[in-house]
């Protein structure tokens, strides 16, 4: 049985109000705090789930990011949609028009900016509206045409919460499956190679990778981390640099349970 570790960048997209920031508190229990992170009008929630496979098992932990839905915004909105490796397109059922927005607008956008991505789109506010209506039926048949898959869903009653976030992490789990068998990826041993990890991870979680190399150059020249040579001292220290940036760029949590992971790696790694 092999085992896999994967992290991905899910982002919720559609007009204001159609429930996204409702359905990701319905699925993310331990919600890490509830206020938007102003500066970039997002906030991020983390959520760990395993899928089986023969011969597989795979953890799949989703960054699911949550992005101001108004237009307006459009310019916050493509900064945080770049490096998204998944999308859930989110149309409220009780507003025909936001069905529509997902083709002519949200799915234009994504491809714009992160190209062909798994994707699955939802009708929200099932408790308000007939499953038969004509917006859920315009939202399946969109959904079959393009060969995304679609649920019905309400945040308020919890139907199908979870399924959509189970059928996007089946699909961004088929990918890896599909993927040529790499070498096996064994997990980083030498304190380098941990280094290495961590700034993938760090750039992986940040999503602007530009700005995430600026942070780690940075940081790790303030800790005086010599890449070729690293001290697991200095690595230490540029960690607690990077957490503070993932303060700001994620949650206070999120930015904790990174830095414990990433001190207890680098400890163990051989030096
Ligand atoms: P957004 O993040 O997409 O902008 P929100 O949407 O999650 O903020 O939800 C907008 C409003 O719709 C909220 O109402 C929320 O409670 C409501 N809502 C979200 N999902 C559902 C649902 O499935 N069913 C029903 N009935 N309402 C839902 P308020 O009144 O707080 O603005
Ligand atoms: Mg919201």
Not at 6 to 24: P, R
Not at 117 to 144: C, F, H, R, W, Y
Not at 211 to 218: E, F, G, N, S
Request: proline letters at 3%; one cysteine or more.
């Amino acid at each position: 049985m092999e085992l896999r570790e994967i992290l991905k960048k899910i982002v919720l997209l559609g007009d204001g109000g159609v429930g996204k920031t409702s359905l990701i508190a319905r699925y993310v229990v331990n919600k890490f705090d509830d206020k938007y992170i102003a500066t970039i009008g997002t906030k991020v929630s983390k959520k760990d789930i395993q899928v089986v496979k023969p011969n597989l098992i795979v953890n799949l932990r989703m960054m699911i990011w949550d992005i101001l839905g108004q237009k307006e915004y459009s310019k916050i909105r493509t900064s945080s949609l770049s490096g998204a490796q998944g999308v859930i397109l989110v149309a409220d059922l009780s507003r025909p028009e936001t069905v529509n927005n997902l083709q002519s607008f949200w799915l234009k956008e994504v491809q714009q900016v992160v190209g062909k991505v798994p994707t699955v789109m939802v009708g929200n506010k099932t408790d308000m509206v007939d499953k038969g209506s004509m917006a859920a039926t315009i939202l399946e048949s969109t959904g079959q045409k393009l060969g995304i898959p679609t649920l019905l869903s309400s945040a308020k009653t919890g139907e199908n919460v979870e399924e959509m976030f189970l059928t996007l992490g089946d699909i961004l789990v088929a990918d890896v499956v599909a993927a040529q068998p790499r070498a096996k990826e064994k997990a980083p041993q030498t304190l380098a190679e941990v280094v290495d990890f961590i700034i993938q991870d760090f750039c992986a979680q940040y999503g602007d990778l530009e700005k995430a190399m600026l942070i780690v150059q940075h940081q790790f020249e303030d800790a005086g981390v010599d890449i070729r040579r690293p001290s697991k001292e200095a690595v230490l220290q540029a960690l607690d640099g990077l957490a503070k940036a993932e303060e700001l760029s994620l949650t206070k949590s999120v930015a904790r349970v990174n830095l414990e992971e990433r001190q207890r790696m680098v400890i163990l790694s051989k030096g």
